[in-house]
């Protein structure tokens, strides 16, 4: 957290929560009442200062004012990185991959050191090839009883869920 946060945290501490402005949509984009954030600073400052509580609620930290945000889909979006890593919309290193769901036969989502997180679709197509069955053959879809996800030198099972299930899955809350 910024320190100029944490001494307004110390200076204001009965500032009243705000809701429903911030959201973070499938791509890992800020939104601020529906709009993108665009400017960098202000993205970059927001994801600083995000943080979850105890019940698995996300917010922002916004001085002494605490702003949730409203999730889309799950509290990090994970996108490819040049290292053959994965990075958080936020831009930090994600974790190595631990757990990988198919969810609703469309998208990806990871667990990894860093939390779990719903990889963007634009990576999607660059990731099917680490999709196999289990002798190491790529499947002719992903209805395939058993398949597995290779990354690196790990070989993880790939569960199936419902986009409904990621809560409970991760530990997280969508809508605070």
Known sequence: MDPSV???????PNVPDCRGWLSLDRRGQWRLQGSPVRH????GFIGRNYECDRTGAWFMQNGPQRVWVELAATPWIFRRADDDGFVTHTG????????????????????TGGGIGLIDDRDLTGLLGNIRLPDGRLPDDLNAATLVF???SATL???RCSDADLEAIGGFRRSP
């Open 6 to 12: 944490v001494a307004a945290m110390a200076k204001w």
């Open 40 to 43: 960098a600073g202000l993205a």
């Open 92 to 111: 930090e290193p994600a974790g190595k991959p631990e757990a990988i769901w198919l969810v609703d036969g469309e998208a990806l989502c990871l667990r």
């Open 150 to 152: 290779e990354w690196g």
């Open 157 to 159: 099972p790939l569960q």
